[in-house]
């Protein structure tokens, strides 16, 4: 009997340290479980990250193409004034320095007839034809001024 007791008590202690190791295994088990699951819980917050990432670099270059487009337009249209400005201010120098060579033309011929007219007066001989010939020239090359000027509306 005391050999079966002993022999019961081995295998008692044997069939409670395979419990204890089957509980020791099932705890690790569930660790490894664990592990798993928070490693693919990780996995897909990395694959999010990743994501927003590569949108934010997508959305950073259709952003500086916006702005690249902005700036050109903006060159552009400095430019398209630019032009737009030089050849208004040559246009005005040209036609004022028409219309001051017209003048001074009128002026030099005006004083050429009155020195004319004035050596008649002296002598005598006041024409009056003349006078009205000057005055009528005078008010046409006045409108001729005014349409080379104004791009031909009077």
Known sequence: RRIEAREESK???SRSERRIEAREESKREKN???RRFEAREESK???SRSERRVEARE????EK???????????????EKTCEARE???QEKSCEAREESKQEKSRSKRRVEAREES?????????????SERVAKTE???VRRQKSCDGGRV
Request: net charge positive; proline share 0%; aromatic share 0%.
């Open 119 to 131: 050596k008649q007066e002296k002598g005598g001989e006041v024409r009056e034809e003349m006078r």
């Open 59 to 62: 959305e950073s270059k259709r």
């Open 32 to 34: 490894r479980s664990e």
């Open 11 to 13: 295998r008692e202690k």
């Open 45 to 47: 917050r990395e694959k």
């Open 65 to 79: 193409s916006r702005s690249e487009r902005r700036v050109e337009a903006r060159e552009e249209s400095k430019q």
């Open 140 to 142: 046409k090359s006045g």
């Open 88 to 90: 208004e201010s040559k």
